[in-house]
């Protein structure tokens, strides 16, 4: 019983992930002229959601691990602290930009996609 329950949790929140953007994004699909505009709006979503998903997990690792680093740094050679602070919050900073590229592309890919007027138009 209780593995019927988690398979029907699973299945939810997949379905969820898939469905989201049809759910919550409603207005942004264009209606009328067939299945190629809806698809294409669709797909772009979808690789939004992606794409920003993909920066997120990528610099939440690489963060976690230059943090983890920086603390084993710190407690093995306490006197080089500054040094390993400026250098940690300095790839901190780069690590976060891959996020705010990411951003960019999905909102690109939502917002101002340059295959728009070629599927849509």
Do not use: H, W
């Amino acid at each position: 019983m209780r593995t019927i329950v988690n398979l029907g949790a699973i299945v939810g929140i997949i379905g969820m992930g898939i469905f989201s953007p049809e759910a919550f994004a409603v207005e942004a699909i264009p209606t009328g002229g067939g299945y190629v505009k809806v698809a294409f709006s669709i797909g772009a979503m979808l690789a939004a959601g992606f794409a920003i998903g993909a920066g997120a997990i990528g610099a939440g690792l690489g963060i976690g691990i230059a943090t983890g680093r920086a603390c084993d740094g710190v407690a093995r050679n306490p006197g080089v602290q500054t040094k390993i602070m400026t250098m940690l919050l300095i790839g901190l900073a780069m690590a976060e930009s891959i996020t705010i590229y990411a951003l960019v592309i999905a909102l690109v890919l939502l917002f101002a996609n340059p295959y728009m007027s070629y599927f849509l138009g």
